[in-house]
């Protein structure tokens, strides 16, 4: 049987990347799926390939820092399925690199508000609907730039430090809900935007692969994988926890 049958899964920044290939796993795992993202062309494609492969897919465009599209996105999901049984927290957004001085207030704040407070704010309104139904599974996507920091990228290091706080803490709290809340930390994923970055930079390649104790990359279905997997009833005694998913990164001997 397949693991989400039956289930309402949603997932934010679905239109791209890792969370795209989120709702491809979840559909075919037999989740309805509800794709967000404020770019409505990626979004709206998403759903569209879900559907045609035999998904019921919604696409909901919203902003994950506006209060009022967050709350929007999740009623729609609720109109139309009648409820929402797993959410994948994925979307975020960096910009800028460099010496932790140099950074702007703007600038730090950015990296909180769209890696960090837009989790929390869709965890918000997800938790919400959950409780009403007394159950439910979050997995918030953190990075493992959270684990051990990432110089020249501190202000986002720091959003997803706190996504993995923010999951821990709401997991103990929401565990006798029924809900259960984890995080999956990928190491380097090879998503459309890694790639165009080492496009422009073909010399990273090398460095990026031998991150990983494994010596390559991760394609964003790994990620989606242990996503599915968390949301299932598979991992009905997982709360709480970060989980990496980094070809051996954070063991690799002498890094
Ligand atoms: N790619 C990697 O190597 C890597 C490594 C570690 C962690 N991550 C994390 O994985 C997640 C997905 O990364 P990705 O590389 O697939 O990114 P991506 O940029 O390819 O996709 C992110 C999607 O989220 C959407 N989005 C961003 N902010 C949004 C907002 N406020 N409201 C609505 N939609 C929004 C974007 O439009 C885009 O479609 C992120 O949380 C990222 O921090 C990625």
Redesign the pocket.
Same mark, same amino acid.
């Given at each position: 049987m397949s693991s989400l049958n039956n289930k309402v899964a949603l997932v934010? @920044? @679905?239109?791209?990347?890792? @969370?795209r290939a989120i709702c491809e796993v979840m559909a075919r795992e037999g989740a309805s799926v509800v794709v %967000?993202?404020?770019?409505a062309e990626? !979004?709206q494609q998403a759903a569209n390939e879900l559907q045609q492969g035999g998904c019921e897919s919604l696409f909901v465009q919203?902003?994950?820092?506006r209060d009022e599209q967050v709350e929007a996105m999740v009623s729609a999901c609720l109109e139309r399925f009648g409820r929402l049984d797993c959410a994948c927290n994925?979307?975020?957004?960096?910009k800028g690199r460099g010496p932790i001085e140099d950074f702007s207030r703007d600038e730090f704040e950015f990296a909180l508000e769209?890696?960090l407070v837009?989790t929390w704010l869709s965890m918000k309104y997800e938790i919400a609907a959950m409780r009403q139904a007394g159950r439910g599974a979050i997995v918030n996507?953190?990075?493992?730039?959270s684990l051990k920091g990432d110089p020249h990228n501190t202000p986002y290091a720091t959003a997803?430090g706190g996504v993995n706080t923010l999951t821990m803490s709401s997991a103990g709290e929401l565990a006798r809900a029924g809900i259960r809340l984890n995080a999956v930390s #990928? @190491? %380097?994923?090879r998503? #459309? !935007? %890694?790639q165009k970055y080492i496009d422009d930079n073909p010399s990273v390649e090398k460095a990026m692969n031998r991150a990983s104790a494994i010596g390559r990359m991760g394609e964003?279905e790994e990620?989606a994988e242990a996503v599915a997997f968390l949301c299932s009833d598979r991992a009905s005694f997982i709360t709480g926890q970060i989980l990496s998913v980094d070809g051996g990164a954070t063991v690799k001997m002498g890094g």
């Open positions: 934010t @920044g @679905g239109g791209s990347g890792i @969370g %967000v993202d404020f770019n990626a !979004g919203a902003d994950l820092t994925n979307a975020a957004l960096s769209y890696s837009n996507i953190s990075s493992n730039a997803k #990928p @190491g %380097v994923i998503t #459309p !935007g %890694v964003p990620i």
